[in-house]
């Protein structure tokens, strides 16, 4: 079977927009996003599913695009460290982060920051004990997680205020 | 990365159909693959030998929990993030969801499916000791048709099972009859997240006035898959539960385990921590009056 044989056409949407790629439907979709779509936001560390440094959002859930073989993506939704926000526009999370010294050598933050928007979006006000079991998959071994927590903490205040203001909007009069 | 992605075959039938199909064609040779959490980290490492693989992910006709009044029927492809936010397994088979809750991260539940956790046989299957002590059954399905059998049935040495070589596990059948039982689930890991298994015991025991009348005992990384403790079991049934009782169940439970020495633990470690959590589910049992 010769490599042309043995590709697929994949498409997929990544950070909003419609992508196609031809490659071997073993790929880790982590290597497509990384190699064949150039966002190397998501990091590989372990490269078996323990330390979630590859996590992405597929379909809605969190992933780690390490264990995912690209064929298995064909057709998803797949949200990445770059379609959260960027340096012009920092999404809440992101600015926690950096204001809370939650990221030191910077491996482990994009997939903690896509778990952290994870949990949010499933439980917009966990406690601390949600927090750590939302990110338990998420190895650092810079910070000691406490300032991940307490840029998380940070984030749900920070969101949780956008969010009770722009209802105090609608909700005015 | 040392694995090459070029070198294996993925294909996605699309329908169970078309898998079954598949399969029946060439007995042998397609692995199925559901979440790949097992079957990705081989694949990275350079030591996935199956060359041709077919893909169940995304099956709605596997994804599914149906709960009726005698029992829950929960498909192979559910995963465990499906089952541990599910109302009726919460309600009726709180083991079950309890176990949900330990695979890996929240990353590896929203891809791992109980039917992948079964297959791949592990010894120390997180979700395979509730489902023992629950009666559970396994469904498998074929081009010829469905089959129901025991899941106690189901492994038939390491890394074995019963399946033949043309079938998918299709559902996995808890049985609702249990919720006047005691029940009992705890691992022992290295930490409370991310850790496969030292060791685990599941209990689910019905007393009659003061005496075991009915007891099922299972553990995983005690012998070379998940099994009942039917020695353990026998040491129990017809018996008051009292400080001797559990002494004896405890010995029997010693003698039945067949643990190994491996990276995660030892053999004499795992066979103590079973016999303390035995202790523990048994003094649940007792009535107050023992306790004195």
Known sequence: MSEREANSSISLIVNGEQRSVATAPMKR????????????????????????????????????????????????????????????????????????????????????????????????????????????????????????????????????????????????? | MRGNAEAHELIAPGSLGGVLELLAGAPGEWTPIAGGTEIMVAHAAGRLREKKLVSLWGLGELRFIESTVDSIAIGAGTTFRDLRAHAAVQADAPLLAKAATWIGSIANQSRATIGGNLVNGSPAADSSPALLVYDAEVELISVRGKRRIPYSGFHTGYKRNAMTPDELLYAVHVPLRFARHKQYLRKVGTRRAMAISKVALAGTALLNSGAVSEIRLAAASLAPFPARLCKTEAALVGRRVDSSTIREAQEALIDEAKPIDDIRSTAAYRTRVAANLLGEFLNELMPAEAHR
Not at chain 1, 54 to 80: D, F, H, K, W, Y
Not at chain 1, 146 to 168: C, L, P, Q, T
């Open chain 1, 29 to 173: 979709l982590l290597d497509v996003l990384r190699e064949d779509l150039h966002l190397t936001g998501t990091k590989e560390g372990c490269g078996e599913g323990e330390c979630g440094s590859c996590s992405v959002r597929m379909n809605g859930e969190l992933v780690n695009s390490c264990l995912v073989p690209v064929l298995q993506a064909e057709g998803a939704t797949i949200e990445t460290v770059e379609g959260l926000g960027n340096a012009e526009a920092l999404h809440p999370i992101q600015k926690a982060f950096l204001e809370c010294g939650g990221a030191q050598c910077g491996i482990c933050t994009p997939g903690m920051l896509m778990a952290t928007a994870q949990l949010l979006v499933v439980n917009p006000h966990p406690t601390i004990g949600e927090i750590r079991e939302g990110l338990a998959g998420n190895l650092c071994r810079c910070t000691g997680f406490k300032r991940i927590i307490d840029s998380v903490i940070a984030a749900v205040g920070e969101m949780n205020a956008e969010m009770d203001s722009g209802m105090g909007g609608a909700h005015a009069g």
